[in-house]
């Protein structure tokens, strides 16, 4: 029987309520399937673990994660610390030192759920996009001088490397070459940034030559969140730079109808070091302890990881899964319009599992 490792880091918030779900879930898909195991570690880095060291990790975490052939991630951030340090000091220290560049959205809308665009029934909003996850705008390049002086001056320094440009391009030129309609469009700001996001665009226009079979445009940033809004059928694949996709796909969460069912595959292509796996719904402070925080981004989340573990069958069947309680209005989470409990859609969602004949 093969066996997967598998790093579970809850984090903030509600983190800890949807990977605990995640897990549950994953244990029903090993049963099911019957072909594989997962062997899980869990760890308790995160806002408490600063409180209590000062630090939201031990220096050597990202080693530690190294083991393992997936991580699955909840959240992080929480009010009382500031941001900058619970994302750095976990998140980004995660993926920047385990190299994954490749951060993977899907976005569609599930059955039974209801976007907030009136023309939209489902099947034009249907998208992948995928951000630069190693450098662009959160490369961490940059300080400040002269605290509480007059004078005093900050600096974030959006650095791009060719190299850094070329293997995004690349893999998302791929995953188009893979999808059905094989369209791909290059998100950019290169009229106001004029040397960084000018190579972005050169290069974005070398790669496709290796990629004829993929149709291809450009889009300005400013103008991508009207077509988002205005032509989603006009969209499938998408690449941005790392804040330029961090905001997008947000937005993306939001059309098909929460955020709270949006996944995330925080990707090292070329598997020298395990990818991390999240929710991009955040810590959502507001209701951590509740009992109503949204699984399915979770469950989402964890069907790519089952499919980056080359569990494809177990994957597809916890998709289907997910979709039939969708469906179900009456296990639909507040962030919904609904009033189920995380529980209770867990529960049904393993009892679909289990009784899948698929």
Not at 187 to 213: G, L
Not at 314 to 339: F, Q, S, Y
Request: aromatic share 6%; proline share 6%; net charge negative.
């Amino acid at each position: 029987m093969r066996t997967h490792k598998i790093a579970a880091i809850g984090g903030d918030g509600i983190g800890p309520e949807v990977v605990a779900a995640g897990l549950q879930a994953l244990a029903v898909c090993a049963e099911r399937d019957g072909g594989f195991s997962l062997d899980v570690t869990s760890f308790d880095w995160g806002s408490d673990y600063y409180k209590k060291h000062g630090v939201m990790m031990p220096p050597d975490g990202a080693d530690q994660l190294r083991k393992f052939d997936a991580i699955l991630f909840g959240a992080v951030g929480a009010p009382d610390v500031p941001d900058h340090i619970t994302l750095w000091g976990l998140r980004l220290a995660i993926c920047q030192p385990l190299d994954q560049y490749a951060n993977v959205r899907p976005t569609r809308i599930l059955p039974g759920i209801t976007s907030p665009l009136r023309k939209v029934s489902g099947p034009e909003l249907d998208w992948v996009i995928v951000r630069e996850n190693s450098e662009g705008e959160y490369s961490g390049v940059g300080g400040r001088v002269h605290r509480g002086l007059p004078i005093e001056a900050a600096q974030d320094v959006s650095l791009m490397t060719r190299a850094g440009v070329q293997r995004i391009m690349r893999f998302a030129f791929r995953l188009a070459q893979s999808r059905p309609r094989k369209l791909l469009t290059v998100v950019t700001k290169s009229n106001a940034q004029r040397h960084a996001m000018v190579m972005w665009d050169e290069i974005a226009a070398e790669v496709a030559r290796e990629f004829p079979d993929v149709t291809w445009d450009k889009m300005l940033v400013d103008a991508m969140t009207m077509r988002m809004v205005l032509r989603p059928e006009s969209i499938d694949t998408v690449v941005a730079t790392n804040l330029h996709a961090d905001i997008l796909t947000d937005l993306a969460a939001a059309l098909a109808g929460s955020l709270g069912i949006a996944p995330t595959g925080n990707i090292n292509p070329e598997r020298t070091a395990p990818s991390m796996f999240e929710p991009i719904h955040g810590s959502a402070f507001d209701i951590a302890g509740k009992g109503i925080a949204n699984p399915v981004g979770t469950f989402w989340t964890a069907a790519m990881m089952l499919e980056h573990l080359g569990e494809k069958p177990a994957a597809a069947r916890l998709m289907k899964a997910v979709e039939r309680i969708t469906a179900d209005p009456a296990l639909h989470t507040p962030d919904l319009g609904g009033t189920a409990t995380t529980r209770q859609v867990t529960d049904a969602l393993c009892a679909t599992l289990r009784a899948s004949n698929d």
